[in-house]
């Protein structure tokens, strides 16, 4: 799922179900925490509490960071593209 940052801290608990059914929580806009009153560390906390396992990735589209994570997990799955030799 994607979870924006602008949103608020709080909505693990909010949401406990939807979190809790999420293999990974795509954290977006990062690039606006330092304009936003959100405790990312709490968001995290709050996550756990709901779903421990989850894959937390960070991630900004507008600068690019953390996408390439991003598309490394979605990814991983498939095994290598074709064409490209296995090890």
Known sequence: MIWSLTEGEDKPLKYPVMFR???AVVVN???LAPHLDVDL???RRHLADVNPDATVLELS?????GVGAWLAWLRAPLGPPLGTARP
Not at 61 to 65: I, K, N, Q
């Open 21 to 23: 059914a999420a293999d």
């Open 61 to 65: 589209a507008r600068t690019g960071e």
């Open 41 to 43: 560390a709490r968001f």
């Open 29 to 31: 806009k990062t690039d």
